[in-house]
């Protein structure tokens, strides 16, 4: 188990950028891929990307492909995901999520953090 917890949040104007941090703690960060998930209001939780324990190889949804980066820091126990180019339509609950396998579907991810609001104003 991994406890996270998502920060970075808030109110960015269409057009531009913030960067979500994902804390994890705990010894072993570097055993787990780590991903980012979002939510919006009334619609399911859906895959933004994936980066793996060696943070060598990532994957995104086509939504955030050019726009989105993922990135870890193994040494912190910390993923980033720096989003630039911000359309309202990012507007969603930003979740960072843990596991041993890799995954593009949520119920595939056993270890969750709070969330963090992203709020894109048009």
């Known amino acids: 188990q991994v406890q996270l917890v998502e920060s970075g949040g808030g109110l960015v104007q269409a057009g531009g950028s913030l960067r979500l941090s994902c804390a994890a703690s705990?010894?072993?960060?570097?055993?787990?891929?780590m991903a980012w998930f979002r939510q919006a209001p009334g619609k399911e939780r859906e895959f933004v990307a994936w980066?793996?324990?060696?943070?060598?190889?990532?994957n995104y949804a086509n939504s955030a492909k050019g726009r989105f980066t993922i990135s870890r820091d193994n040494a912190k126990n910390t993923v980033y995901l720096q989003m630039n180019s911000l359309k309202f339509e990012d507007t969603a609950v930003y979740y960072c999520a843990a596991d041993v396998k890799l995954a593009v579907r949520a119920t595939q991810y056993d270890n969750w953090g709070q969330g963090t609001q992203v709020t894109v104003s048009s």
């Open positions: 980066i793996t324990k060696s943070g060598i190889l990532t």
């Open positions: 705990g010894r072993t960060f570097s055993s787990y891929n």
